[in-house]
């Protein structure tokens, strides 16, 4: 890599990242869950986010329970029906894009993600699935990957009812749901291929529980996501050491990552998850997947769902959303 891993703080970054702690925001390690759920309710879901002409609330079928969902679709008069059944209720086919929010398994609404969503459906002129997958430590470990999987089999069963196209079902999520979208690329591969992803979108993902890393050493204190965060994502979710050295848990971890779909990988310099995230960006390239790997070293973890305020943000958005576009 040319560039450095790890540059001067973006300007335009530190100044989010100054607003964010005068709401007085404590780190996630020091709150209960009830309490940081509560917080992070409050400080990052709202906001102003674009028009999107189709949005509608559904639930699908899970392995235990219901999967709460929010389908966005551009393009389509607010008034006109929603998805019933499986017969499509809009004209062309668009690509669509299975997306998984983060908050480290414990914390995340589709509140929380939808300014993200609401932009990539956009811009990217695609359908976005947004999952509200089952939350830790209520539901541990595998729990949210169930609900990942179902989630890109019923999409894939029934793009056709909200205008999208079936064979070009894509998965990707941010920190704990660029996780779950890459385990859920290899799930799919582990099964036959049925459904197989288009392409996997993994924004600055957690792909391994180990915290000897030089991001982690660099960025214990944060900004915004510090070392001791992590620990406490990872302790509300696994159920035990063992599950840590699972690949659908730390998909780093997994023998073989060969045969699995395309790759877009972010990652930020001034994140604690940086090195996992370029690490797992080299593996699949060594596996033979295609890969396009985007680094920025002057970004925090997050800075996607600070577009409106952050150029470098708003670009790697644009860049993301040309490559939905080319599905």
Same mark, same amino acid.
Do not use: K
């Given at each position: 890599?040319? %560039? ?18 005068? %709401? ?9 869950? #009830?309490?940081?759920?509560?917080? #992070? ?5 709202? @906001? ?23 389908? $966005? ?10 998805? #019933? ?13 299975? $997306?998984?929010?983060? @908050? ?11 300014? *993200? ?5 956009? &811009?990217? %002129?695609?359908?976005?699935?947004? *999952? ?16 990942? /999987?179902?989630?890109? &089999? ?14 070009? *079902? ?45 991001? $982690? ?21 696994? &159920?035990?050491? *063992? ?38 960006? %080299? ?8 890969? /396009?790997?985007?680094? $920025? ?25 040309? #490559?939905?576009?080319?599905?």
């Amino acid at each position: 890599m040319t %560039e450095p891993l790890r540059s001067e703080l973006d300007p335009e970054a530190a100044a989010v990242v100054r607003e964010i702690e005068a %709401e007085g925001v404590p780190e996630w390690s020091s709150l209960s869950v #009830e309490s940081a759920r509560r917080v #992070e309710d409050e400080v990052f879901s709202g @906001g102003d986010p674009p028009e999107v002409e189709f949005v509608r609330d559904l639930s699908i079928p899970g392995s235990e329970s219901e999967i709460p969902i929010r389908v $966005y679709r551009p393009g389509v008069a607010s008034g006109d029906p929603g998805p #019933e059944g499986t017969d499509s209720a809009f004209g062309d086919d668009l690509p669509v894009l299975v $997306y998984y929010h983060g @908050g480290g398994w414990v914390l995340g609404t589709l509140d929380s993600i939808d300014g *993200v969503c609401r932009r990539l459906a956009r &811009r990217g %002129e695609c359908v976005v699935v947004s *999952v509200d997958y089952r939350l830790a430590p209520e539901h541990p470990f595998p729990a949210a990957v169930e609900d990942a /999987r179902a989630a890109l &089999r019923w999409v894939a069963e029934n793009a056709g009812a909200f205008g999208g196209d079936p064979e070009r *079902v894509a998965v990707g999520g941010t920190s704990a749901g660029g996780n779950l979208a890459a385990v859920t690329a290899l799930g799919a591969r582990a099964s036959g291929g049925r459904p197989t992803p288009a392409r996997q979108f993994l924004f600055y993902p957690i792909t391994d529980r180990a915290f000897d890393t030089d991001s $982690y050493a660099e960025n214990a204190e944060g900004p915004l996501l510090t070392r001791a965060d992590m620990e406490w994502f990872w302790d509300h979710y696994l &159920r035990s050491e *063992v599950d840590a050295a699972n690949p659908y848990a730390s998909p780093l971890r997994a023998r073989d990552l060969s045969g699995l779909p395309p790759a877009t990988v972010l990652t930020a310099g001034f994140d604690p998850l940086r090195d996992e995230g370029i690490a797992y960006a %080299e593996r699949l390239a060594d596996a033979g997947v295609e890969v /396009r790997h985007d680094h $920025y070293p002057g970004m925090v973890h997050g800075f996607l769902s600070a577009s409106e305020s952050i150029a470098v943000a708003d670009e790697a958005l644009d860049e993301v959303a040309e #490559e939905l576009r080319a599905l």
